[in-house]
T-cell receptor, first 115, second 111 residues
């Protein structure tokens, strides 16, 4: 595709609900990153994929967070039993670079609000 | 905790004026430093990328500088426009590809 596409753009969930956020990276991009951005702050790293392999998940805040990229293209970030502190914008970025030092292209983000 | 510090936190300037945003970092080992522009409700968009050997890079009215010895970078915006109102984020990338983001400077350009 022309750019990184994320859906939904906005999601409101009741505390305790599960949510799934989707990222469609630029076609052919090897690396895919998920970030969490709280209001007024910079993005914080969550996890990194190189093709279908999840090489780094050190930023996932708890075992309620799970990400996958089964075919090395589309990725899904799943949050189980959502809590109010999960409210944030979740950004996805992709890069054609294998290591992650190349330019990152970001999606518009998915804004999650947990009530 | 934050290894990338940006200043000022926010800035208001009049249209047509210049401004300079600062970024200090302690992240290592250094691969490159990037400046992103993030409009409200949108994803960050890359403005410049500088490696260790580059000390200045321009992109239109945006000029970034890098002093790798003092671990400081600046982003200078010339002849500001209303559309420059956004958050400007400094990002330092390590050799392993790990990106550390600053909290950004929120710039407001007023007519």
């Amino acid at each position: 595709g022309a750019g990184v596409s994320q859906s939904p753009r906005y999601k409101v969930a009741k505390r305790g609900q599960d949510v799934a956020l989707r990222c469609d990276p630029i076609s052919g991009h090897v690396s895919l990153f998920w970030y969490q951005q709280a209001l007024g702050q910079g993005p914080e790293f969550l996890t990194y994929f190189q093709n279908e392999a999840q090489l780094d998940k050190s930023g996932l805040p708890s075992d309620r967070f799970f990400a996958e990229r089964p075919e090395g293209s589309v990725s899904t970030l799943k949050i189980q039993r959502t809590q109010q502190e999960d409210s944030a914008v979740y950004l996805c970025a992709s890069s054609e670079d294998r290591v992650g030092t190349g330019e990152l292209f970001f999606g518009e983000g998915s804004r999650l609000t947990v009530l | 905790k934050n290894q990338v510090e940006q200043s000022p936190q926010s800035l208001i300037i009049l249209e047509g004026k210049n401004c300079t945003l600062q970024c200090n970092y302690t992240v290592s080992p250094f691969s490159n430093l990037r400046w992103y522009k993030q409009d409200t409700g949108r994803g960050p968009v890359s403005l410049t990328i500088m490696t260790f050997s580059e000390n200045t890079k321009s992109n239109g009215r945006y000029t970034a500088t890098l002093d790798a010895d003092t671990k400081q970078s600046s982003l200078h915006i010339t002849a500001s426009q209303l559309s420059d109102s956004a958050s400007y984020i400094c990002v330092v990338v390590t050799n392993a590809g790990k990106s550390t983001f600053g909290d950004g400077t929120t710039l407001t350009v007023k007519p």
